[in-house]
């Protein structure tokens, strides 16, 4: 009778495990379906590939996803994983980490929908010798991925460090998340280096609305050490960032934009709209929303016509009109909205918001039942007057009375720079 005092409680846990896993599974079914039959089924980031022959189903990339438990981004279908909810996984990464078979790949892009990336190596060196990338424009959107690259694009750089008579070690262009990291590394670092910033410190942080959350998992920067906030504001961030730049002492060359990178022998010419600066290495950090994707319809050039929404107030009492189907479109509206617009419509040309998060959705979802937004799904812009809008739906053309137009239609490669440096642009579908 003795083993009884142990089988019984054993047949407990597994009951408990049992349990737990058939939960699991319906969750994650029940998760897909819905995705599915929303048509929210192409990731936006860098997300998991998961080999299915190679998965054991242990669920260890499921506890592991930072995501959990305010979403369902992996779960356990059939008994092996699955990216249930492919448009909320936000490119953590600790999936991979976690795997103990090594059954998971990071990857841009699928089969169906290619993403177009600057070509750079493990080291973020671009096809460009002594050129590298990092952040953004290499795809990394995520505040805390972006800051890591910083760091490690410029222990490379240190590495790779060439012996020549440039002034400069390096020059990184942009202070967004991944430029601010590396700053903060080159300075530790003891290069001789020079950040050069067309707008704020922040880059495309500094032009998210007011009230954004930008941050939820907590990041760890060069010299000022593991950053302990989550669930961050636009404001506090920056808020943490100016803090953490003067007291790291650095010097960032704010409102100087970039015009060329050339080559002079072995060292780099990089050329502002202040001065010039010579340099054995460049570092990129630009995001793409410098360059917005324009509509390419008549009346576009009209003043009344945005890229970016940073004050919803000052649309109190306006017809606004946004486009775009993205994070940014969805919280440009219902900020708007909510700000006491006189008439909020959100077009967009798919007929589900796949790129944007779950809380975004849910956000408009709540200001179009309170009646203060009005989605037009399966539309587009045809025409822009000064007090009118003309859009194509499903129903026919229509016309809408508007005062402003914000368009959030995301942003390009700026290839003709990018061109300019050599550097070449690759499409990925479904691979690192």
Known sequence: MEYLIYLIPGLGILAYYLYGRARLAKVSRETHEEAVAAGLTE????????DQVQCIGCGSCVAACPESPHHTVIGLIDGKASLVSPTSCIGHGACKTACPVGAIELVFGTATRGVDLPRVSDTFESNVPGVYIAGEL????????AVEQ????VESI????????????LVIVGAG?????????AKQAGLRYETLEQDSLGGCVFQYPRGKIVMTQPATLPIVGKVRMTLTSKEELLEFWQQAEKSAGLTLRYRERVESVTRDGDVFVVKSTVGEYRASSVLLTVGRRGTPRKLGVPGEELPKVVYRLIEPEQYTGKRVLVIGGGDSAL???????EAGATAVTLSYRGDAFQRAKPRNRDRV???????????????QVKEIHPDRVILKTDAGQTSLPNDDVIVNAGGVLPNEFLKSIGIQVVTKWGEL
């Open 158 to 169: 240190v590495k790779a460090r060439p012996r020549n008579k440039a002034p400069l070690d």
């Open 43 to 50: 990731p936006v980031s860098l997300h998991p590939l998961i």
């Open 365 to 379: 979802a709540a200001a179009e039942k309170a009646g203060i937004l009005t989605v037009l799904l399966k539309s």
């Open 177 to 185: 998340p991944a430029g601010f990291s590396a700053s903060l590394a």
């Open 150 to 153: 910083g760091r490690q694009a």
């Open 138 to 145: 290499g795809g990394m959107g995520l505040i805390r991925n």
């Open 331 to 337: 919280e440009a509206a219902a900020s708007v909205a």
